[in-house]
């Protein structure tokens, strides 16, 4: 049976999550959005990627600064819903936001929480090493990702980046969803609480830490550079112009920290060395290693800081 749902999400992630309700029959009484931002050298007004879908499939868009109003609450009420799906949204739920609907409210998260609970739980897998992590669907409380569990998918990471890898757990979560709330409904599932252990939290990435720091091991900026590509992206400056690193390998090699030891973009590490493989200049776009050393030589020597 279809239940009555509301759909809240804004970023390329929950898209999938949001396709997969409407192909499994849901009847999608609104989908709530961010509104939209100014991108761009105009700074013109862009729609989140769920606000774009979302119309393309004829469904009524809401995008509200906030629900923290009594007007925004009752507004969320009348839509009389069964449950809520809440994909990176980016907005924490009032009280009477998650005790609208009969059967809850409930959120994809995309770490094995209560690992990596907060704003950046892909990226900071990436970039701590983790062997593993994975999708949760929960029902949401008025913390930060600390509800009950209802079903969880693992996957390992890899040598994938942060990008590639929430591609992997956007359709990952999409098939959970529905499972969930289809066992939700049969009333076959009962949700589990997080452990008490093993807490941790992933704060936004700011501008600082995506700097490289190449007295790091090999490594540990692999981790970073492969964490935050495609975005923000890590960065180093060479020859007074700034490159983002998007993917790099661990190679052996010995040099001081942040020299060029080897004429194909190899760089010293503070242990071991990196062969820096997709590379952007400022303003350009992204290209393989021999494209850059094309226009852009880096002979040995030439130091990374």
Known sequence: MALRVAFLGTPDFAVPTLAELIAQGHDIAAVYSQPPRPKGRG??????????FAQTAGLEVRTPLSLK?????????ALDLDAAVVVAYGLLLPKA???????????????????????????????????ETGVMVMRM??????????????????????????????RLGADL???????????????????????TYAKKI?????????????????????????SPGAFTDAKGERLKILYAEPVTGKGAPGEAIGDDLIIACGQGALRLLKVQRAGGRVMAAEELLKGFAVPRGTRFS
């Open 141 to 170: 409380d008025e913390g930060l990702d600390t509800g009950p569990v209802l079903m969880a998918e693992r996957t390992t990471i890899g040598r994938q980046t942060s990008g590639e890898l929430a591609q992997k757990l956007a």
């Open 43 to 52: 700074l013109a007004l862009e729609k989140g990627a769920v606000h774009r």
């Open 177 to 199: 969803m529905v499972r969930a709330l289809g066992a939700l409904e049969r009333g076959a599932i009962t949700a589990q609480p997080q452990a008490g252990e093993g807490v």
């Open 69 to 77: 109003s009594a007007e925004e609450q009752a507004a969320f009420a």
């Open 206 to 230: 700011s501008k600082d830490e995506a700097r490289i720091d190449w007295s790091k091991s090999a490594g540990e900026i692999d981790c970073l550079i492969r964490g935050l590509a495609p």
């Open 97 to 131: 936001i998650l005790d609208a609907p009969k059967l809850g409210c409930f959120n994809l998260h995309g770490s094995l929480l209560p690992r990596w609970r907060g704003a950046a739980p892909i990226q900071r897998a990436v970039m701590a090493g983790d062997a």
